[in-house]
Antibody, heavy 120, light 110 residues
Framework: EVQLVESGGGLVQPGGSLRLSCAAS????????MHWVRQVPGKGLVWVSR????????NYADSVKGRFIISRDNAKNTLFLQMSSLRVEDTAVYYC?????????????WGKGTTVTVSS | QSALTQPPSASGSPGQSVTISCTGT?????????VSWFQQHPGKAPKLIIF???KRPSGVPDRFSASKSGNTASLTVSGLQAEDEADYYC??????????FGGGTKVTVL
């Protein structure tokens, strides 16, 4: 069964850091672009970042550029999102997702999400 | 990057059809055939129902269809069923190597 499982969410103070992980199973992880998408409960989906299959390139939403870093360990089938200088507005459920079409946003496999709360 | 524009709500009776629009710009929807549609039920992760403008992943009923004209994409749900009541989001690849989502449309089955 193809599965993505996020972890690492929690409560952090403004200005703090957090590292999210996304463990993949049942798929050839190293063959796919991967994305992070976030959602404030009751609000819409917001794209955060994407990374190439080999990890050689990545892109970010303007709202997180310079603060978040996406990375991956293909040997461990794991995707990461290092979040720093966190703001209250970064509070959301963070989903990792697989892209079936070369970074285009055709996200066909999603995890259940991990909740990040930024609050003092 | 501004979000794509979707109507906040749409509704129809069982068996009827409902169409949701998704308006972008010539730098996203109008530039690429990389429009996707997602269905999300409360408390669940999104589910891909359309990719590359018109393609359905395996297992998605053919009641779901989509198209694009210029900077606007559309999703049509035919033969509405109770389980189609959900939030629907469009997304598009963009000219600055990002992905942008629409604000979402809540579909109600009357």
């Amino acid at each position: 069964e193809v599965q993505l499982v996020e972890s690492g969410g929690g409560l952090v103070q403004p200005g703090g850091s957090l590292r999210l992980s996304c463990a993949a199973s049942g798929l050839t992880f190293s063959a796919y672009w991967m994305h992070w998408v976030r959602q404030v409960p009751g609000k819409g989906l917001v794209w955060v970042s994407r990374i190439r299959p080999d990890g050689s390139g990545s892109n970010y939403a303007d709202s997180v550029k310079g603060r978040f870093i996406i990375s991956r360990d293909n040997a461990k089938n794991t995707l990461f999102l290092q979040m720093s200088s966190l703001r209250v507005e970064d509070t959301a459920v963070y989903y990792c997702a697989r892209d079936r079409v070369a970074g285009s946003g055709s996200l066909d496999v999603w995890g259940k999400g991990t909740t990040v709360t930024v609050s003092s | 990057q501004s979000a794509l524009t979707q109507p906040p709500s749409a509704s129809g009776s069982p068996g009827q059809s409902v169409t949701i629009s998704c308006t972008g710009t010539s730098s996203d929807v109008g530039a690429y055939n990389y429009v996707s549609w997602f269905q999300q039920h409360p408390g669940k992760a999104p589910k891909l129902i359309i990719f590359e403008v018109t393609k359905r992943p395996s297992g998605v009923p053919d009641r779901f269809s989509a198209s694009k004209s210029g900077n606007t994409a559309s999703l049509t749900v035919s033969g509405l069923q109770a389980e189609d009541e959900a939030d629907y989001y469009c997304s598009s690849y963009t000219a600055n190597y990002m992905v942008v989502f629409g604000g979402g449309t809540k579909v109600t089955v009357l």
